[in-house]
């Protein structure tokens, strides 16, 4: 069926991406994925097509466009080719979200034109060691200092996407303790120059699959936070945080549907070309069925989260529709993933060939924005259960 959820500026849009990923990307992708590490440099390429400023308001020097369409044209022509483009997923999709709702004209002008230039990429740390998905139980602390001008910053936080590249870090930390009522409260964010003494990177962890992104460890040893470098009110951060979940949700759901369909791709190419028993292996009854079922999956999901695309610009995707959307769409991804490998044989378990990093790749969509677990704790909430 024909898919109606993008337009013409969308589709000229998708045209300049795939050839941007074919003639500059897919070229160095496996240097890059053998370094564990998209280079610096190529984030000022992204930014020169154009990518970082889409959504950014036009005095700060972006397109001005409200709509989180052409991100998701992004995120399918990536798996499509089956590369990644490392943390600038979150610099856009996660972090712009805050600055333009939370910071004052005076922070936008200072990092807007930085953030769509590519000089000042942005990352976000939620997660602390033994945290988790239980935000409110973080123990990173912002005392504010005895004259007023500035935040002390202790702790640490771990899966920071983009850590290692990150000029600016919205950081959580808890700026007042949780009420008796409230374990949510006290909870504030802050946009930290990641220069500044006492700010250190740790690790760059060694993860299954996503080897190209700059996953970190980081740490706050007495770090001076100037007051103008809190991002909305003192102490209102958890319910700040939970405003853009349905659009980090949707990603990964969206992300996951385009990996999957990547999947198949690969699948198709790989069965019609390998040869067993004197016929290609797309020949065999059994390679026909499973990639039908294959597709059949693939074109629920894209029904699921076109209809998500369409009710996230238009205001309307709610919480629950956005758990929906990714408990779906990510369970849908590793069922046809995992058979789409399995049809490769031997092959699919070789890191060289695209499906097995799809493989790798796609696992945490499960983990990652929230567990499964918890997708399914708000769908049944939202029911009244």
């Known amino acids: 069926m024909q898919r109606t959820v993008f337009t013409d500026e969308h589709e000229a849009f998708r045209k300049t991406v795939r050839a941007f990923v074919e003639s500059r990307v897919v070229p160095v992708y496996d240097q890059w994925y053998e370094a564990g590490i998209v280079p610096r440099e190529f984030y000022r390429e992204l930014a020169e097509l154009?990518?970082?400023g889409i959504e950014v308001p036009e005095e700060y020097g972006g397109a001005g466009i409200e709509s989180f369409k052409f991100q998701a044209v992004l995120l399918e022509e990536t798996a499509r080719a089956g590369v990644s483009f490392g943390g600038s997923g979150v610099h856009v999709g996660l972090c712009l979200p805050y600055l333009k709702n939370l910071a004052t004209e005076e922070q936008k002008h200072r990092w807007m034109p930085g953030f769509v230039s590519g000089e000042i990429m942005f990352a976000i740390a939620m997660t602390e060691p033994g945290t988790g998905s239980d935000?409110?139980?973080m123990r990173t602390t912002a005392q504010l200092s005895e004259d007023g001008t500035h935040y002390v910053l202790n702790g640490a936080k771990t899966f920071i996407t983009g850590?290692?590249?990150?000029?600016?870090?919205?950081?959580?930390?808890?700026?007042?303790?949780p009420s008796d009522t409230d374990r949510r409260h006290g909870i504030s964010l802050?946009?930290?120059?990641?220069?500044?003494?006492?700010?250190?990177?740790?690790?760059?962890?060694?993860?299954?699959?996503?080897?190209?992104?700059?996953t970190a460890e980081l740490s706050f040893t007495d770090v001076r936070v100037p007051v103008s470098d809190l991002l909305g009110e003192p102490h209102q951060g958890f319910g700040y945080l939970g405003q853009n979940l349905p659009q980090e949700r949707l990603s990964i759901a969206l992300g996951a549907y385009a990996q999957a369909k990547a999947a198949i791709r690969f699948a198709l190419e790989y069965t019609r070309d390998r040869k067993v028993f004197g016929q290609p292996v797309a020949q065999f009854q059994n390679t026909k069925f499973e990639l039908a079922a294959c597709q059949a999956e693939v074109d629920a999901a894209e029904a699921v989260v076109d209809r998500a695309l369409d009710a996230l610009d238009s205001g309307e995707l709610t919480p629950a529709d956005a758990a929906s959307a990714k408990l779906f769409c990510t369970e849908v991804a590793s069922r046809v993933i995992d058979r789409c490998l399995q049809l490769h044989g031997g092959y699919g378990y070789i890191t060289e060939y695209p499906v097995a990093r799809l493989y790798a790749?796609?696992?945490?969509?499960?983990?990652?924005?929230?567990?499964?677990?918890?997708?399914?704790?708000?769908?049944?909430?939202?029911?009244?259960?």
């Open 50 to 52: 154009g990518v970082f």
């Open 135 to 137: 935000l409110a139980g």
């Open 163 to 177: 850590g290692v590249h990150a000029d600016r870090v919205i950081v959580c930390a808890r700026t007042a303790p």
């Open 190 to 214: 802050f946009a930290v120059d990641t220069t500044s003494p006492g700010y250190a990177v740790g690790r760059k962890l060694d993860k299954l699959g996503l080897k190209v992104s700059d």
């Open 361 to 385: 790749d796609n696992r945490v969509n499960r983990i990652y924005g929230g567990t499964s677990e918890v997708m399914k704790m708000i769908i049944a909430k939202n029911m009244g259960l």
